[in-house]
Structures are given as structure tokens and as C-alpha cells.
């Protein structure tokens, strides 16, 4: 690992985060109704409450412009002191030229600037900020920051059990001094081959195989968990942290991944409950009034977690996409962590956007 002059390891993590929310918004009860079933499969059956979504001329492209631009704003740093950009995305624009370049376009980044984008399904913006952690670690971005940006719009065809599901969003995050949050340089990885979830060239909806979908997730958790733990007994060692995050397809796949997790280890039903409840749903509020948001859905729960927590104070991330490919991470907030000032972008987002109705919703979906 790099170290300062005075020999102390050097930390990294997050410096600033933006967050961006689309300007239309619908409950899943109104999309129940319109679907003829019952409002209680989405609401209690999912965990779902509202689906962001997003009118015709706006998009991945100015989710993401407008969560990096609320980043940079609340960094105050200096553009010069941005040496990498990288979107995560699975909504991708072009098949070659990356979001990337339309976010630095539209904020005039240009320079010795390593800029692209990362496709691994929901993973991506995980992959996208681990790989700026390590360019950071290692030496390589001679104290300059990165540009991460996890963006989405998650659209089902209409009718597809998915439907529900939907949402949107973006995070951008700085990635530099660990003021909001120091990411650990050890995280905890695992993949295999699957078709659960993916979209071929040429289609505008994902091909999904849902209950492969959920067992590979529910396998992804308990694989990465049991890396973290270790020898470790694992109650003892998960209370040591404030919050457990996870990527939020919909709540009810994380209660699921928490209940495998607990069978797992072991627990009674009481055991599992309390970690459920205590440490994993109160991290999905944000989610639950956006839907998923692909890439940003993970980052939308943590920093919805790292508002207000007491500096040193840890939580876990846990990333998956689909295909599939999971990272299990360690975050420990900073000192404006506290203050979580990123909250604002949320609160009036959700503030200012329109509610539409069945009606609205299926001509924008035609
Ligand atoms: N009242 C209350 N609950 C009800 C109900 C009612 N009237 N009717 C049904 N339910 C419950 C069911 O019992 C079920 O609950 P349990 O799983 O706890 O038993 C729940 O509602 C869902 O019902 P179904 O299993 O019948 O749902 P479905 O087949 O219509 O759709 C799904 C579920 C396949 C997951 C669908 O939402 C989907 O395709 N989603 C997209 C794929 C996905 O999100 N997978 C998650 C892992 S992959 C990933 O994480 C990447 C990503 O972001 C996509």
C-alpha cells in the first residue's frame, strides 16, 4: 500500500457524494391496479412503495451530469485535481463511446484524465469505485481524485414481473480523502458464470430468470459474508458494524439474502429478525421512494447509512450484477459523515418531482 512521508499507510475513500433523482415518480399500487393484481403482491409481497421514472427527453445521461455536478459543487476541489472518470452503468447510450465522455462534455473536463465506462450489470459502479480506490492505493493517480458516477434507468417490458421493480437514479462520488467515508483496501470478491439477468445487443428489455436471479444473489451474500467473517463468530463480528448495505433489486431479495445468511451461520429466527431490522432495513428508505436503480442502487442505500454516523463508525457494502459478479466491502465514515449534507439532493428531488398516474405512466410507456 502507498504510504505518507511520515510512513503511515495512506487512506482513501469518499470525499464528497451528489446524488441525482429523475422528475417523475408513480406508487407500484397505481401499476398493480393498472396490471389487474393485487397492490399487496408489490408492496408487501416485493417491498416496493414508488418507482422513479423518467419523462422522454431525459435520461442515464442527465441522471449522471447532475449527480456529478452536485458532487464537484459540495467537494469545492478544483476540476485540474480530477485524474479519472469512471461511469458504471448498464443503460449505456452507445455501445462504444462511454457515458463517460458525455459527463465530462457537459462539465468541460478535459486533460490528463483516464475517462471510460464499467459494464458488469448492477456492479458496475462498485467496480467503477474500487478501481479508484486502488488507483489511489497504489500510486498511480500521484494525489489526484477520481470522478465515480454509478447511473441507471431500470425499465422492464410492460406486463414483466420485474415491472415493479423499476426505478432510477444516479451517485457520484469523489473518491480522494476519506472525509465522508475511508474505504477499506480489502474487499472481499466473488463470481461465477450465470444467465440470471441480462440484456443481448439489440434489446430494449433485460431477459430475466427470476428465481435463478434470487438464488444467485442469496449465494453471492452468503459467499462474500463468510470471506469477511472468517474464523470470527459471525453475530459477534456483524455487530461490531452500525448498518449491513446491500444492492436493492427490491427489499424483499435483501430479506431474503439476510434470512439465507442467517441460516448460513446458524441463527434462531429472533437473531436473524434483529439484524434484519436493526442493522439492514432501516438502509433502504431512499430505495424503497426510487426504486432500482441498477448501479446506484447500493450507493443510494450507503449513503442514506453514512448520513449521520459518528466518525469511525463501520458499515459493509455489498455489491452484485447479474452474470454475476459480487464485492463485499468495508466503509468507515469520516468526519462529514455526520453532517450528510447529500441528504438535500435526495429530500428535494423527492420534493419537486411530479407524481403521475396509471394513465400518464402507460403513455409514456407507448
Ligand atoms: N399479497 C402479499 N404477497 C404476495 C401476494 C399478495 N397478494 N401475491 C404474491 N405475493 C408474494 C409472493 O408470495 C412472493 O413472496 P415470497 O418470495 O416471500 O414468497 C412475492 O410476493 C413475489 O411473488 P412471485 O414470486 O410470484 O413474484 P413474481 O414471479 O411475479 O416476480 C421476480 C418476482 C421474479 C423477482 C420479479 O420481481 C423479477 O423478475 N425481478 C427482476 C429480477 C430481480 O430483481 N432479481 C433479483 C436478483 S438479480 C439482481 O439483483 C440484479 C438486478 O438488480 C436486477
Redesign the pocket.
Known amino acids: 500500500m502507498q504510504e505518507t512521508r511520515n510512513g503511515d499507510a495512506m487512506k482513501t475513500g469518499i470525499a464528497s457524494i451528489g446524488i441525482q433523482f429523475p422528475p417523475l415518480a408513480m406508487p407500484v399500487e397505481d401499476l398493480a391496479r393498472l396490471r389487474g393484481?393485487?397492490?399487496?403482491?408489490?408492496?408487501?409481497?416485493?417491498g416496493c412503495k414508488e418507482m422513479a421514472l423518467c419523462p422522454s427527453d431525459y435520461g442515464v445521461v442527465e441522471l449522471a451530469v447532475q449527480a456529478a455536478r452536485r458532487a464537484i459543487e459540495r467537494w469545492g476541489g478544483s476540476l485540474d485535481d480530477i485524474g479519472l472518470i469512471a461511469v458504471g452503468t448498464e443503460t449505456s447510450v452507445d455501445m462504444s463511446r462511454p457515458l463517460s465522455a458525455w459527463v465530462a462534455s457537459e462539465l468541460g473536463i478535459k486533460g490528463a484524465i483516464r475517462s471510460y465506462e464499467v459494464k458488469h450489470?448492477?456492479y458496475g459502479g462498485t467496480l467503477a469505485l474500487r478501481q479508484a480506490v486502488e488507483w489511489r492505493l497504489s500510486g498511480a493517480a500521484r494525489g489526484k481524485s477520481a470522478l465515480v458516477i454509478a447511473s441507471d434507468v431500470?425499465l422492464?417490458a410492460q406486463g414483466?414481473?420485474?415491472?415493479?421493480?423499476q426505478g432510477a437514479g444516479a451517485v457520484a462520488m469523489i473518491v480522494g480523502e476519506p472525509l465522508i467515508a475511508e474505504i477499506d483496501p480489502i474487499s472481499y470478491a466473488y463470481s461465477e458464470p450465470a444467465f440470471?439477468?441480462w440484456r443481448p445487443v439489440g434489446h430494449d428489455y433485460?431477459l430475466?430468470e427470476?428465481?435463478l436471479?434470487?438464488e444467485?444473489?442469496q449465494r453471492a451474500t452468503s459467499e462474500c459474508f463468510s470471506a469477511l467473517i472468517g474464523d470470527n463468530d459471525p453475530e459477534e463480528f456483524l455487530r461490531g458494524f452500525a448498518a449491513l448495505c446491500f444492492?436493492?433489486?427490491?427489499p424483499?431479495?435483501v430479506?431474503?439474502a439476510v434470512q439465507r445468511l442467517g441460516e448460513s451461520f446458524g441463527w434462531d429466527e429472533a437473531t436473524t429478525r434483529f439484524f434484519f431490522e436493526e442493522k439492514v432495513d432501516p438502509t433502504m428508505s431512499w430505495n424503497r421512494r426510487c426504486g432500482?436503480a441498477?448501479t446506484a442502487?447500493l450507493w443510494i442505500s450507503v449513503a442514506q447509512t453514512l448520513k449521520g454516523l459518528r466518525e469511525g463508525e463501520r458499515i459493509t457494502a455489498f455489491s452484485?450484477?447479474?452474470g454475476?459478479g459480487a464485492e463485499l466491502l468495508v466503509l468507515r465514515a469520516g468526519p462529514l459523515a455526520k453532517r450528510g449534507e447529500w441528504a438535500n439532493d435526495v429530500e428535494g428531488d423527492f420534493k419537486r418531482r411530479s407524481q403521475i398516474d396509471a394513465k400518464a405512466y402507460a403513455e409514456l410507456r407507448a
Do not use: I, Q, R, W
Not at 393484481?37 to 416485493?46: F, Q
Not at 444492492?247 to 427490491?250: I, S
Open positions: 393484481e393485487d397492490p399487496n403482491k408489490y408492496t408487501v409481497g416485493l450489470a448492477c431500470s422492464y414483466d414481473p420485474g415491472e415493479p421493480t440470471d439477468f433485460p430475466v427470476g428465481p436471479s434470487l444467485c444473489y444492492h436493492v433489486p427490491f424483499k431479495m430479506k431474503k432500482n441498477y442502487a452484485y450484477g447479474s454475476f
